[in-house]
């Protein structure tokens, strides 16, 4: 009896220490984690805050990496202060310059916009706060040495900003300058970071240990990609070799379309090798190498790209399907049948593809007009116009990425000019703060006037440009919209170069009705949605034109019954 208290004594002690030990493990972690968070909000809001900053393209960098080394030896929040206010001294004296505001307070467009963390004596010393405020008082004015605005379009373009062609992803000062870079430029100058599913500095305090713990390039790279992935846009692609590698370079000879969590044949890149594996358009595709589509689509989700659902679907290709084999197993269902077969995958460079034949305008059943405004060039519109005058509608097919031709045809269109978009754009003297722009107009040009309906089909194939240029067609009486859910990532990219031989992209600049409805992450709503089914995909139908061309119909039937 002595024995076995003596040995509950001994496990419930032993217990003790370890949960103990283990707090104070987990609450060093965690103050390790926060001292890195600081870390990089004070280096990225002095970088583009401080009037003294510009000195040579390097010098900001190795600052980082000074202070880290002497941030790891902070042990409260005054050491922690002390190694701040030390940089900050580094820099000079901030001229007290009186900033004069000449930017209309309801110019301002502020859900970005937060600097209260400067102010939070809980984490900085009274003295650290105070000189911060004051930078942020007096900040940098005029031409930035890190940053410049795009002439007549106001998204950012990054200057000065070293590649450190020498890079060591093993040292984690380097993976950290990746990670504190990519960072502030979404904190200050991406216009809709209010629109993130996760707040931007809980994602800094997730991705911390990542980056500072990473045991191989590839996870390095993977770490980056996932971060990337964060802002929730469609537009913030990254692919380097090593994420290549991990979501495989090797592709299978089909389309496809997910429905359901399954994936359905659409079409093929090559149509010897489709047929060679006896792939056939409608087959429905619903495990890979023994993984169900929807638990691929789970496990790879963090890699996927995109504003809204729909993109995620269309851009997970690479995920299900690519591999670095030459080979996958696959499970699938045609005409009701579940079948299994193993297939194989090709470099995309080994494919044929096949150029499209498809007119660029044409005369459909019922004297409607069809547009392909992928392939139509500015420079086809009068003769396009011309053409389909004398129909009783025209179809503006938008699912692709058109080519600049929605001013000259909203000519035809619109009798007077019509406000259609605005925009936020980056104020690179107040960091973090947007300014909206006056609203752009279309039409309105002398000429002869279309008079029939106008329809508009969309899909997640409509990204940036086409979103934009549906917008411009929208303006034309009674025009429809009809299709599903488009990208949500409307306007102009700035290509963002980060150390470690990243290149990424963002949307530069906010994209906003007249009346002020967004447009990032929603997309352009249709007046009637329509989706493609499994049905129709396998009989190879159009089902978006076909209920064009149904409500095309309707529309012109009502209209005569009301006369």
């Not at 089909?254 to 994936?263: G, N, P, V, Y």
């Not at 389909?388 to 001013?407: E, H, Q």
Request: proline residues 4%; positive net charge; hydrophobic residues 35%.
């Amino acid at each position: 009896m002595k024995k076995s208290r003596l040995l509950m004594t001994i496990i419930i002690i032993g217990l003790i220490s370890y949960l103990t030990i283990s707090f104070f493990q987990t609450q060093n972690r965690l103050w390790e984690t926060k001292k890195l968070a600081t870390t990089a909000k004070v280096w990225g809001f002095l970088k583009y805050y401080h009037p003294n900053i510009g000195k040579d393209p390097f010098y900001w960098d190795k600052q980082l990496f000074t202070v880290l080394s002497q941030v790891k030896e902070a042990g409260n929040r005054e050491e922690l202060s002390k190694v701040y206010l030390e940089l900050l001294d580094s820099l000079g004296e901030v001229p007290n310059i009186s900033i004069v505001d000449t930017i209309p307070a309801d110019r301002y467009f502020n859900k970005n916009f937060n600097l209260d963390w400067i102010s939070n004596e809980e984490v900085f010393s009274k003295e650290l706060c105070s000189k911060l405020k004051f930078i942020e008082e007096n900040r940098a004015q005029g031409d930035h040495y890190y940053v410049s605005s795009v002439p007549y379009v106001g998204n950012i373009q990054l200057k000065n900003e070293p590649l450190h062609n020498s890079f060591d992803w093993t040292k984690k000062e380097y993976r950290l300058l990746s990670l504190f870079k990519y960072w502030n430029i979404i904190e200050y100058f991406f216009p809709y970071k209010y629109q993130m599913d996760q707040n931007w500095d809980e994602a800094l305090i997730e991705m911390i240990p990542k980056f500072a713990n990473c045991q191989s390039e590839k996870e390095f790279h993977l770490a980056m990609l996932e971060l990337v992935v964060k802002i929730n846009d469609s537009h913030a692609g990254l692919r380097t070799s090593l994420t290549n590698q991990y979501l495989g370079s090797r592709w299978i000879p089909a389309k496809f379309k997910i429905i359901d969590e399954q994936a359905i044949i659409t079409g093929f890149y090559d149509q010897k090798l489709a047929k060679e594996d006896d792939l056939q358009i409608g087959d429905i595709l619903t495990s890979v190498n023994g993984k169900s589509i929807s638990k691929i689509l789970k496990e790879k989700d963090k890699y996927i790209h995109a504003s809204n659902a729909s993109v995620k679907l269309r851009n997970a290709y690479k995920c299900i399907f690519n591999g670095s084999s030459d080979s996958l197993h696959i499970e699938y269902i045609r005409n009701g049948k579940g079948l299994h077969k193993t297939i194989r995958r090709y470099p995309f460079s080994k494919f044929k593809l096949e150029k499209s034949k498809d007119p660029k305008w044409k005369i459909l059943e019922n004297n409607i007009g069809y547009v392909n405004m992928g392939i139509l060039e500015r420079m086809d519109v009068p003769a396009m116009m011309d053409s389909l005058m004398n129909t009783k509608a025209i179809v503006f097919d938008v699912r692709n990425y058109p080519r600049g031709s929605m001013y000259d045809i909203s000519n035809y269109l619109n009798e007077e000019p019509k406000e259609f978009v605005k925009f936020t754009v980056p104020n690179l003297n107040y960091p973090g703060k947007f300014t909206w722009t006056q609203s752009i107009k279309c039409g309105g040009k002398e000429g002869p006037k279309y008079k029939g309906q106008v329809v508009i089909l969309v899909n997640e194939e409509t990204q940036s440009h086409a979103e934009f240029t549906t917008m411009c067609l929208q303006t034309a009486p009674n025009a429809i919209v009809i299709g599903s859910q488009t990208s949500g990532a409307d306007g102009n990219v700035s290509q963002l170069n980060i150390p470690g031989d990243f290149k990424s992209y963002m949307t530069g600049i906010g994209v906003f009705y007249p009346d002020g409805r967004e447009t990032q992450r929603i997309g352009i709503v249709p007046d009637i949605e329509v989706k493609p089914t499994a049905e129709g995909l396998k009989a190879q139908k159009d089902e978006v034109l076909e209920k064009a061309i149904e409500t095309i119909g309707n529309t012109l039937g009502k209209t005569i019954a009301q006369k």
